[in-house]
């Protein structure tokens, strides 16, 4: 101990308790791990690595048909409104009839001018071109969300149900219909449920 504390130039009487207030005089390797060796840890993170890929893609197959059937109920509505549209114009041309002779009191009626009222509320109900568009982004959805496709980025499929939601709303402002109204409303339910899903699409 004297030795030691000559050659450490430390002052005064040595004892053990002394050298353990040097903490840098003693090491141990007892009780501490060897580092694995690469070769054992690359097969673990390859394992690891195809398990996240699994996950992932199931958790993609269960969006896509999750997406894919919010379309086939938004094509179930449309299908539904294209069927109602024109019976609310014989509707309203039956109800304009019965106005118009309350209010002629026996005087006959004009069928031709009636004709034109008709005609121009036609033109103002007219919704075909809406469900045409909506058909045609309800396709560009689908081709984007389709595995071969080169950009199936969720921004550009958020872009397509924003313009699936315009129509929509036009669709519910020319409804002139109880039940047109109804689906309307139910194809923005279904849009709504769309933007949210695709949030997770990457």
């Known amino acids: 101990m004297d030795r030691l504390g000559v050659e450490l130039s430390i002052p005064g009487a040595l004892d053990i308790n002394t050298l353990l207030r040097f903490p840098d005089l003693f090491r141990t390797t007892r009780g501490t791990p060897a580092p694995p060796e690469a070769d054992a840890l690359e097969p673990l993170l390859e394992e690891a690595l195809d398990?996240?890929?699994?996950?992932r893609a199931r958790e993609g197959a269960r969006l896509e048909d999750a997406l894919g059937l919010a379309l086939v109920d938004i094509d179930h509505h449309l299908d539904t409104i294209e069927g109602l549209a024109p019976a609310r114009l014989v509707r309203e041309r039956d109800r304009l009839r019965e106005q118009i002779q309350a209010l002629a009191d026996g005087v006959p009626l004009d069928e031709d001018r009636l004709a034109r009222e008709v005609a121009y509320l036609a033109e103002k109900w007219d919704i075909q071109e809406e469900l045409v568009r909506f058909r045609s982004h309800i396709a560009l959805f689908r081709e984007t969300l389709a595995p071969d496709h080169e950009d199936r980025a969720g921004k550009r499929l958020g872009f397509i149900v924003q313009e699936m939601n315009r129509e929509a709303n036009t669709l519910?402002?020319?409804?002139n219909d109880a039940d047109i109204a109804a689906a309307a409303v139910a194809i923005k339910e279904q849009l709504e449920q769309l933007r949210e899903q695709i949030e997770n699409v990457e």
């Not at 398990?51 to 996950?55: A, F, G, K, M």
């Not at 519910?172 to 409804?175: D, T, V, W, Y």
């Open 51 to 55: 398990r996240v890929v699994e996950l």
């Open 172 to 175: 519910g402002s020319k409804a």
